[in-house]
């Protein structure tokens, strides 16, 4: 049964710092791996995703890696901005039964 | 391109009375989803349609809720009767097939339920 974690629960850094959020999963035989943004009473865009035979997404400020054999994927933020403080999930989609299951989240706020 | 649509955005009702949701996906998505999220966890998948087909349902209380996707493309979400934890926001996904494409995942806005 697929599991998937993120690690920290909830981070506050000041304008402008670089930092890099954390998603762990227990089964590696993914189809790919999405990470969204939440903002409070809104639903979830996507930022980036990644198939399972890619490496790595950019987008912006945002680089996405993965890594199936370890089952790590991490979001990096360059210069964060008091804009980026939102939830950030990431999810798993499974290649056998298609779910996605997606991990509790981590809740970024950006002081100015 | 028009988004994943859903309705209501909001809804108020006390403990054991009926509530339904709908949801329209992206034109040509096969594949959707209905998700619960309670306040501070992430989504659960709820029910999984591949066209009109149920995919998979094992995460849904059967004994209160059910979901339909008739025709194969927009569906609704019924509960009834509602207790004090379905309290919630449910999400409807949509995405394209897996194996055809990439599979990536769209959201609605979601729907929020008060159960008083």
């Known amino acids: 049964k697929q599991e998937v974690t993120q690690i920290p629960a909830a981070l506050s850094v000041p304008e402008g710092e670089n930092l890099v959020l954390n998603c762990s999963f227990t089964d590696s035989a993914i189809y790919n791996l999405q990470w969204f943004r939440q903002d409070p009473g809104k639903g979830l865009t996507s930022l980036l995703l990644?198939?399972?035979?890619?490496r790595e997404q950019t987008s912006g400020r945002l680089n996405a890696s993965l890594d199936k054999s370890s089952g790590r994927s991490t979001l990096y933020i360059a210069a964060s901005q008091p804009g980026d403080s939102a939830t950030y999930l990431c999810a798993v989609r499974n290649t056998g039964g298609f779910k996605t299951i997606f991990g509790a989240g981590t809740r970024l706020f950006v002081k100015a | 391109e028009a988004g994943v649509a859903q309705s209501p955005r909001y809804k108020i009702i006390e403990k054991r009375q009926s509530v339904a949701f709908w949801c329209n996906p992206i034109s040509g998505h096969a594949t959707l989803y209905w998700y619960q999220q309670i306040l501070g966890q992430g989504p659960k998948l709820l029910i999984q349609f591949q066209n009109n087909g149920v995919v998979d349902d094992s995460q849904l209380p059967k004994d209160r809720f059910s979901a339909e996707r008739l025709k194969g493309v927009d569906s609704t979400l019924k509960i009834q009767p509602a207790k004090l934890e379905d309290s919630a926001v449910y999400l409807c996904a949509s995405s394209t097939i897996q194996g055809l494409n990439t599979g990536e995942l769209f959201f609605g806005e979601g729907s929020r339920l008060t159960v008083l």
């Open positions: 990644i198939q399972s035979s890619q």
